[in-house]
């Protein structure tokens, strides 16, 4: 069987915080990351898997090292080439769903399009198509508050997808969940995978990471193992342990 074709390749990549006092929480990390590929990053707390997705996903930089999305070499990018990768071919789902408060679903979803400056008619179609797909168009005129927490993460999918991302990251994505929500949650990002999407998803959970074609192991800023396994869809509601270190 053919490997996909690469996607994100990190080559040699090191993450240092600090100056007087300094914490390498990656160390000469080497990957390659296929088109269409569904992978987890596990790894205990403090292992460096958050770190690695935020440099994999372009919200910071490496300290040392490569890091290629195609043929583009981002390691090296300003800050607004950054956002314009960002912006164009990747998409975000957060463990605290990161929704404005002080404005409805219809426009929480449709922020990225606004900042891309699309017409307001094209953004409103845009908006309800991604709507209808997460199951929330009778809800596009409530605020964050008044959803619950998988209506929330539902409508932080669908804030991501809006600019049809090729790579769609998820950080701890069932972590402020209930266990039938983070179910679903997990369910549908599998069906936007069977899609075509590739999706990189953080976890500390195993009942996670089996929906995963790949596992990547994350211990002290290493890769530990990396391991392929047929994705397995489980029949039971995740079991989420409340642990948010």
Excluded at 14 to 22: D, E, H, L, M, R
Excluded at 221 to 235: L, Y
């Amino acid at each position: 069987m053919n490997s996909p074709e690469p996607l994100i390749e990190l080559k040699s990549v090191s993450k240092v915080y600090g100056t007087a006092t300094t914490f390498e929480a990656l160390r000469c990390v080497t990957l390659s990351i296929g088109k269409g590929e569904f992978i987890s990053i596990v790894g205990p707390s403090g292992s460096g898997k958050s770190t690695l997705l935020h440099i994999l996903g372009c919200l910071d930089k490496p300290t040392s090292g490569e890091l290629f999305i195609g043929h583009l070499k981002v390691s090296k990018m300003g800050e607004d080439e950054l956002a314009e990768i960002r912006n164009s071919q990747l998409g975000f789902v957060f463990q605290a769903f990161n929704l404005s408060p002080t404005i409805n679903v219809f426009k929480n979803v449709g922020l990225p399009l606004m900042i891309k400056g699309m017409e307001d008619d094209e953004i409103e179609k845009r908006v309800d198509e991604l709507l209808k797909v997460v199951g929330l168009s009778d809800k596009k005129f409530n605020k964050p508050s008044q959803l619950s927490g998988g209506e929330k993460q539902r409508v932080a999918i669908a804030r991501a997808l809006a600019n049809n991302p090729q790579i769609l990251f998820a950080d701890e994505p069932t972590g402020n969940l209930d266990s039938k929500s983070g179910k679903d949650v997990m369910d549908f990002l599998s069906g936007l995978w069977k899609k075509g999407v590739t999706v990189i998803v953080v976890t500390h959970e195993p009942v996670v990471a089996a929906y995963s074609e790949r596992v990547i192991h994350i211990r002290d800023g290493k890769v530990e193992k990396d391991v392929k396994q047929k994705p397995k869809i489980p029949n039971v509601n995740i079991k989420i342990k409340r642990d948010y270190a």
